[in-house]
């Protein structure tokens, strides 16, 4: 079967769903969370065929950069989609859907860099497994910080629209900020511990800058975590260093994958 089905209808879903839920809120109206779900899963259905057929290979896993895109997209996604029967984060997905949409496009329609295909035991599989949970709360928990910014923004100005009206208390909103960090960061150090044990040589040409940057990422989060708990940082400062250890973690994955495989062809 060919993956460009499934992808058209993923795509499809994810932006009816995307509709939906925003002009409902602009409307000022919860969207049916039943239908809403619905919606959503079904694209995930979708795009979890497309990225079955797109990563597997004959001589093992083909992950390039935006199959790696779609899938942590799919990661996401899931992820809040089993958030929501927990905790009121149904407005992240107004945020996600969009993103989930142009990446299972890409992974389809645009070309990729040179790779060879990944062919190991379940020791590197579990780190790229780990790797792509912690980039997946990770990438919630900066997509959190940014309507958090928006929500404090739009409250002190007085003029809060009807996606911030839909939104739970800031305090709440924050809350589910750190949760999401907390997370995030001890899959992170998992896949760090894992690639430690699993990898070779983690400091080798291709895996250094990789390497490095993540250690960096992770000691950001961990200087935040630590910060909040013993400082009461809050605010705008937890967003500005979510936000920076959020790009350094972007670059070292996706920075790397870039340069190795559209500039270097390795």
Not at 220 to 245: E, N, P, S, Y
Request: one cysteine or more; hydrophobic letters at 55%; a positive charge.
């Amino acid at each position: 079967m060919h993956p460009l089905l499934p992808s058209l209808a993923a795509a499809a879903l994810y932006a009816g769903a995307t509709v939906y839920q925003g002009l409902r809120l602009a409307r000022r109206e919860t969207p049916n969370r039943p239908l809403l779900a619905l919606l959503v899963l079904a694209a995930l259905l979708c795009h979890g065929s497309s990225l079955f057929l797109q990563l597997h290979a004959t001589a093992g896993l083909t992950l390039d950069f935006f199959s790696a895109a779609s899938l942590i997209a799919y990661a996401v996604i899931l992820l809040t989609l089993l958030a929501c029967l927990r905790i009121p984060v149904e407005n992240l997905l107004l945020v996600l859907l969009p993103v989930g949409c142009l990446t299972v496009l890409l992974a389809q329609f645009l070309p990729t860099g040179t790779l060879t295909p990944i062919n190991e035991g379940p020791g590197i599989l579990t780190h790229i497994l780990l790797s792509i949970l912690a980039y997946g709360l990770l990438t919630m928990a900066v997509f959190q910080a940014l309507l958090l910014l928006l929500q404090d923004h739009q409250l002190k100005h007085k003029h809060p629209s009807g996606l911030i009206k839909n939104f739970p208390p800031l305090q709440t909103m924050e809350s589910l900020l750190f949760g999401f960090l907390w997370a995030g960061w001890g899959l992170l150090s998992l896949s760090l511990l894992s690639g430690w044990l699993f990898v070779d040589n983690l400091f080798a040409q291709h895996l250094a800058h990789k390497t490095i940057l993540s250690c960096f990422a992770w000691v950001v989060f961990a200087v935040l975590l630590w910060g909040r708990h013993q400082l009461g940082w809050r605010g705008h400062k937890a967003i500005r260093w979510t936000l920076a250890g959020f790009c350094l973690l972007m670059l070292a994955y996706f920075g790397s994958k870039l340069v190795r495989e559209f500039i270097l062809h390795i």
